[in-house]
């Protein structure tokens, strides 16, 4: 074999473990669940192969699954736009910042090291009835029974942002970091107040950042089942919570890799539709 | 400093209290003397850490996430390097392509990329088990494993190894020297990111762990059911003490070895 031949092998030896390894446990697993959800669970327990809609008929059609998908859908457009009303400000001003933007960053970033169940269920103690917010109404003599803030859909969409929010403040602290901050001067010497220079001038050039934490808010958000779990109430199920159910308290596999493949389809055409327009530079710059 | 900027500062850190004051209460609760995981504190106490060690199933539970995460580390670092190593050294037909096909696992929803290898592994006869956990956490690991040491080998320059190599040094020689060391910061970057994530996972894990094998965020899962006790808390302040400290003590060695590599 010529040295050329040689060299070009080598980057696809390197890459050959690792792309078998993609391709057999999630490319591979993706499309058996695919055959899988035609398959059906008879009153024995044994799934019988075969091409029956059944499953497809009923995720599709009940009006169950699709209010769920429907309030999933909201819960996670809600979540990822107060992640952007409070991220954006955030990184704005750790991107700005005369001081140590590198521990400014860090320091928001760590809850992102701390464990999602931990920062979950931290909720409890604030907001519990015995927790920290009815502690001090109590003692305030504001409130004379303790009162249950838990257990609701914005208790959801709280730890949800709270597990989010760092995502969108890195995607938009890339973004604005990434801007020459004398176009804004720049449109100031023009005449522009410093509102209108951030308006017209950084605001649009910072959109792709918002846009990546946005995707990554949202996909993450609409896919969780442990929040609505630990934070919601008993009708504030989420579509993975479905999932989560049928696989592993109903054993109703086929039926649940029908509703598996519903979510990836809803949330993988935005995943689509975001490379299709912004491509998936600008979220590997995010995650880094 | 106008009052526009001021305002910006004032809602930064109304966030930075948002994000940080759950967990300060979490620290602050697992050192309560009260046998309620609640307020008001009634002193403080280090009890609930000595209950924690003695709690027989959290130690279990933590046996089996550090086993667990360490051989995760291992093998998604192995994939993750080589792969990274291809695709910051080698000019490739379709490398954008396969950056994509690479990092898809955390494209994919987590409960759709669980349920896929569950089924699947299910139907090649691997039940759940703690293969099964390993396989899932690796999948999952590898991504964030080769998106970081990637960002960190392209600061790496090629004309070292060249150099090495015209010095007479084999290839081979060239990688275990040169290469290996200059690369040991992302290499153990890439692997405390892997083992942190795959510590933390609880997502995929519910799925895939066998009956009565519990991880340590499975464990904290199981035990919110009953109500929140001063252990959890604890055991939280645990949590967050390794997986906050583990990074930082990983960045503060990454810089000095990186710093005495002279990169």
Redesign the interface.
Known sequence: MSVEAREAR???I??S???T??GL??????M??VV?SFWLRTATGADVAGFHLDNWAEALTDAFYRDILLNTLKIAAITTAVCAL??Y??A???ARSQGNKALLLL??M??F???????T??????L?V???LN?MLLWAGLIQEPIQMLYNEVTVILGLV?FL??FM?LNIFVSLDGIDTTLEDAANSLGAT??QAFVQVTLPLSLPGLAAGGLLCF??G?????TP??LGGPTDAMF?NL??EA??TQLN?PL??AL??M??AV??TL?VIY?RYLG?AQL?KG?? | MNWGWQMIRGYAILVYLFMFLPVAVVVLLSFNASQFGSFPMTGLSLRWFVELAQNDAILRAFRTSVVLGLMTAAISTTLGVLASLALVRYRLPGANMISTLLIAPILVPEVVLAVALLLFLNFLGVNKSFALLLFGHVIFTLPFVILVVQARLVSIRRDVEEAAMSLGASPLQTFFQVTLPLMMPAVLAGALFAFTISFDDITGTLFWKPGGVETVPTQIFAMLRNSISPEINALGTVMIVMTVGLPLLGAAMARSLSRKSGA
């Open positions: 080598q980057p696809w390197l890459l473990p690792a792309l390894a993609v446990l999630l490319f591979v697993p993706l058996f669940i899988y409070m991220g400000p955030a704005y001003f750790i320091l928001l760590l809850p090291w701390i464990s999602y169940i931990i920062r269920m931290s909720w409890i103690n604030i519990g015995s927790g920290a502690g709270h929010l760092p403040v410093r509102w996909v993450l609409a896919g969780t089942y442990i779990l630990v993975a999932v989560f696989i592993i596999w649940g890799s598996s493949l979510l990836l949330l993988g995943v490379n998936m590997m995650l880094g």
